[in-house]
């Protein structure tokens, strides 16, 4: 489905800032796979979600989906076929436009935009059965702008409108990171509910390993701008943190005490 | 009482003068509040719009089909300054301020065509000898000439202008505009080419000015090489002066509308002043330092506000520790 072969990727090269955050990277991802992805800070794992979306240009390597190499690809064509949701909540919608207007611009993803209404009577029901979906009540504050709406709340509006036109890949990187844990929860579980629903493949970046072992089928770990760790099936279903640690420090070949710092366990 | 009857005097000419450079301020709207981005290119886009049309007009060519040209010729200036920002990496400042200075030579080529020296300042274009759409000798005209009379044409061009301009901004076209502006990053995930965004935006602005820009030199009777020096900012003043009253910050509508609003009320203001005894050479200095403290006031209250809360939460640890 996803191909990433031998991806690097070096920021400021050739300065003294220079920083390799991807190195040689190569990760497969089945229809239907939903991957978490662990790693300590600077280990690339924004920066492969970034790669995937293009948001930049990679140095070397390919990305290809479902067969298609879109390694050249602008970012903004690549969104035909990808949702994303992102750590910031300010990210992912347009703060001065309303619920319903940031919902038709999500549910035109990877169409023409042409100089038909922005948004049609029809969809108005459609989204209003989607908002209520989320439990948060925003289908009664449609016409309100999205800057005026929560972080959770925010975050929960982008995942509907990663999910209204169904991508081919959904990049959610670290998407309850800037949460309060209540809301945190609530955000996972409505991932966790999109992704089945819709049968998304999907690559989940975050930073705690709880929710890593808890969430989808199969499980990265990533350091220095690679994979080091790669479970699923039964053995990821059995995984505990202190396994999952123990497992790290083995294939990094790293003191487990800063792991542990750095991953936040 | 003199002074009422002077500045009532002056009302026709501050609503005319106004609608024209509502006009002007609605294309900056466009670019400053919609799409997040300062264009400098308006400055020379003013003039050339009032270039293109004067020298059309006197070569024959019939005045709404020159003002329309004149508008066509701002896109052209838009799409400049969006090619340098979005192809060559410019940053946007800086295009705008490009296009700005290459279109003052280009302005002085315009009204200097035909002529031996091939260059020229100012072109004049009487409204006795064409048939201009509007004249600001008319302003006071309710009678043989009242369709020339700039308020009583620029009332519905500025309502077509305002209802076509809202329209497209409610368009999925238009939409992807304001999500550009509003958010780069998350237009780009909605699969929204924000480059080519970027370009229309600064064109329909462009075109905008360029339109404001010939429907000026018909009112004054002129074109110059000058007349668009300092036009962003009497824009800037239209449109934050209309923020100000319509308290519309985001709504399209209730923006385009404040410009108009803003512009007159800008003229009036200018008026006043200029009864006051300050001089024509001044109200450069006057306006520009207007437009600053209006831009500042928000940044200010936002201290003031950061401010008290800081205070608020010392004086909540010291209660505390006490306690």
């Known amino acids: ?265 | 009482m003199e002074f009422l009857q002077s500045m009532i005097n002056s009302l026709p000419g501050v609503l005319g003068q106004g609608l024209i450079w509502g006009l002007m301020a609605m294309g900056v709207y466009i670019t400053f509040r919609i799409l997040d981005v300062a264009d400098l290119t308006v400055d020379g886009t003013l003039g050339f719009g009032g270039a293109v049309c004067v020298l059309l007009t006197l070569n024959g060519v019939n005045v709404w089909l020159a003002t329309l040209i004149a508008m066509l010729a701002g896109m052209l200036a838009g799409l400049v300054t969006g090619l340098f920002h979005t192809k060559c990496g410019i940053p946007a400042i800086l295009a705008g301020i490009l296009t700005q200075l290459a279109l003052y030579s280009i302005n002085l080529r315009v009204m200097g065509w035909g002529t031996t020296a091939g260059t020229q300042a100012t072109l004049a274009i009487s409204v006795d000898k064409y048939d201009l759409i509007l004249s600001s000798r008319f302003v006071r005209d309710l009678g043989g000439n009242i369709w020339q009379n700039p308020i009583i044409v620029m009332l519905p061009i500025t309502a077509v202008v305002v209802a076509i301009l809202w329209w497209y901004f409610k368009t999925e076209h238009g939409s992807a505009l304001r999500a550009t502006g509003a958010n780069l990053q998350m237009a780009r995930a909605q699969g929204i080419n924000t480059a080519s965004a970027t370009v229309v935006g600064l064109m329909i602005s462009n075109g905008m000015v360029g339109l404001a820009g010939a429907l000026l030199a018909q009112y004054q009777g002129s074109s110059s090489v000058d007349m668009g020096r300092g036009a962003i900012v009497i824009g800037l003043a239209a449109v934050i002066i209309g923020e100000v009253l319509l308290r519309g910050r985001g709504k399209v509508l209730t923006g385009l509308i404040g410009c108009t609003i803003g512009s007159i009320i800008y003229y009036f203001v200018i008026q006043i002043v200029l009864r006051l005894g300050l001089g024509t050479n001044d109200l450069k200095l006057f306006t520009a330092l207007i437009v600053a403290l209006f831009l500042a006031i928000p940044y200010w209250k936002g201290k003031a506000a950061a401010a008290r809360k800081r205070s608020a939460v010392s004086k909540e640890e010291k209660n505390n520790a006490r306690a």
Request: proline residues 2%.
């Open chain 1, 1 to 265: 489905m996803l191909e990433l072969k031998n991806v690097s990727k070096t920021f400021n090269p050739g300065t003294i800032n220079a920083k390799t955050a991807l190195c040689g990277l190569d990760l497969t991802l089945n229809d239907g796979d939903f991957v978490t992805v662990i790693g300590g800070n600077g280990a690339g794992k924004s920066t492969m979600l970034n790669a995937i979306a293009g948001a930049f240009d990679i140095d070397g390597g390919s990305i290809s989906i479902d067969g298609v190499d879109i390694t050249r690809q602008s970012e903004h064509k690549r969104a035909a076929m990808i949702g994303r949701v992102f750590q910031d909540p300010m990210m992912g919608t347009a703060p001065t436009m309303t619920i319903e207007e940031n919902l038709a611009l999500a549910a035109r993803r990877g169409r023409r935009r042409t100089l038909a209404w922005g948004i049609r009577k029809s969809e108005r029901e459609l989204y209003r059965a989607r908002l209520a979906e989320l439990g948060l009540g925003l289908e009664e504050r449609m016409t309100s702008r999205a800057g005026l709406l929560s972080g959770g709340q925010r975050q929960a509006l982008t995942l509907l409108m990663a999910s209204l036109v169904k991508p081919k890949l959904l990049l959610l990187d670290e998407h309850t990171a800037a949460l309060d844990p209540a809301t945190a929860a609530r955000v996972l579980e409505l991932s966790d509910e999109i992704v089945s629903e819709n049968h998304l493949t999907t690559l989940m970046v975050t930073h705690n390993m709880r929710d890593a072992i808890e969430h989808g089928n199969r499980l990265i770990m990533m350091n220095e701008g690679r994979i080091v760790l790669d479970i699923s099936g039964e053995e990821k279903r059995r995984l505990t943190v202190d396994t999952l640690l123990a497992k790290f420090s083995r294939a990094a070949g790293e003191d487990l005490l800063t792991d542990r710092v750095l991953i936040g366990a």
